[in-house]
């Protein structure tokens, strides 16, 4: 299983992201947890201590690892034919929760022309990531549409789009949901999120009916995430006592009922 969660800034993708990949480590699959965030922190979320998270270097900024893979005998010159399948051994991050993390960096946007190594790498990865590894993969992609457009979320199986009631958000879920079904996508969802009552879940039930998407679940607005937060936890830690993340480890039951 390849998901892909997207959706606009400050939605709780990156949460809904992590909480999925640690309900599926505890159903016993080896799980890869990507962050293609240009401003990544879904470590954090993850359990890794904010130390080792700031030492993390992404891939796109990794010059040794991309001088290791594309470097020729001529200036300028850049080697587009490597493999990649040791980059995740290497530059892995272990969570505390099971997962491994990889965090990516910037891609730059399909048909531009650029051919820099950074990019060259990334692709490459990305592709060997979601098309050849025998493992479930939940991506945390960058906030907006623009990622769409970059090709990030190209292979995968499953495209999660996190929204709150708020009309911005939801125009950015629906963009995203048009996008990612001319892409060939095969399943597109959208996730309510931090909803506080009935007039916001109303909102979003309605919108994403008139614009004919499919909703998975609806989160409910969670007081313990909040306070999570401020204190620098990682929400994991109250797994037991958070609605949200019930609701969450629900969405991923479901995922795996669909793919089953």
């Keep these: 299983m390849k998901i892909a969660v997207s959706g606009k800034g400050g939605v709780g993708k990156t949460f809904v992201a992590g909480v999925l990949a640690s309900f599926f480590v505890t159903k016993g699959f080896k799980v890869l947890a990507i962050d293609a965030d240009p401003s990544p922190n879904l470590a954090l979320t993850l359990g890794i201590p904010l130390d080792e998270a700031n030492r993390i270097i992404p891939?796109?900024?990794n010059s040794q690892l991309l001088e290791s893979k594309t470097r020729t005998n001529f200036e300028g010159v850049y080697r587009l034919s490597f493999t990649v399948d040791d980059i995740v051994e290497r530059f892995g991050v272990k969570s505390p929760y099971g997962m491994n993390l990889l965090v990516m960096g910037t891609i730059r946007s399909a048909g531009t022309g650029c051919t820099c190594p950074a990019n060259a790498v990334i692709r490459a990865l990305l592709r060997h990531l979601i098309v050849e590894r025998n493992?479930?993969?939940?991506?945390?992609?960058?906030?907006?549409?623009?990622?769409?457009?970059?090709?990030?979320?190209?292979?995968?199986d499953t495209m999660l789009i996190v929204s709150d009631s708020s009309l911005k958000s939801l125009e950015t879920a629906r963009k995203i949901h048009k996008l990612a079904t001319d892409a060939g996508i095969e399943n597109s969802f959208i996730i309510g999120n931090k909803v506080r009552n009935l007039t916001e879940n109303r909102a979003i039930q309605q919108f994403v009916a008139e614009n004919k998407m499919a909703i998975l679940a609806l989160v409910p607005h969670d007081e313990t995430i909040l306070q999570a937060d401020m204190e620098g936890e990682t929400p994991l830690k109250y797994a037991g006592d958070s609605e949200g993340i019930a609701t969450i480890q629900e969405i991923g039951r479901r995922l795996l009922d669909h793919k089953t």
């Excluded at 493992?135 to 995968?156: K, P, S």
């Design 59 to 61: 891939v796109s900024e």
């Design 135 to 156: 493992e479930v993969v939940v991506m945390d992609m960058e906030a907006g549409v623009e990622h769409m457009g970059r090709g990030t979320a190209r292979h995968v």
